[in-house]
């Protein structure tokens, strides 16, 4: 069993930066994947991106390529997204997700197990 707590969500002006945490318990971020998925009021939640547990693979989803980057901290047992550029758009509830999976399905969430209860992310214009 994992436990995944996310924080570091809040508000922010078009063009600034957040970086949001994603603190596990139960098992180590070592052997497992971790994404960051995003749901926006009446949308589907979508991938945003993604990092296997020895951070070798990374995947971004097109719409923050360049603008987002992920990274992992095995000590701390912890996920990052550091968030730049914001935009309007990227307002949304903001959610970490864990799972044992390939690479190839990173970016769909019904891989993945273990979910946090989301941090909500506003970018005001």
């Known amino acids: 069993q994992v436990q995944l707590v996310e924080s570091g969500g809040g508000l922010v002006q078009a063009g600034g930066s957040l970086r949001l945490s994603c603190a596990a318990s139960?098992?180590?971020?070592?052997?497992?994947?971790v994404g960051w998925f995003r749901q926006a009021p009446g949308k589907e939640r979508e991938f945003v991106s993604g990092i296997n547990g020895n951070g070798g693979s990374t995947l971004y989803a097109d719409s923050v390529k360049g603008r987002f980057t992920i990274s992992n901290d095995n000590a701390k047992n912890t996920v990052y997204l550091q968030m730049d550029s914001l935009k309007t758009e990227d307002t949304a509830v903001y959610y970490c997700?864990?799972?044992?999976?390939?690479?190839?399905?990173?970016?769909?969430?019904?891989?993945?197990?273990?979910w946090g209860q989301g941090t909500q992310v506003t970018v005001s214009s």
């Open positions: 997700a864990a799972g044992v999976l390939p690479a190839s399905r990173m970016s769909n969430r019904y891989s993945y197990a273990f």
């Open positions: 139960g098992r180590t971020f070592g052997s497992i994947t």
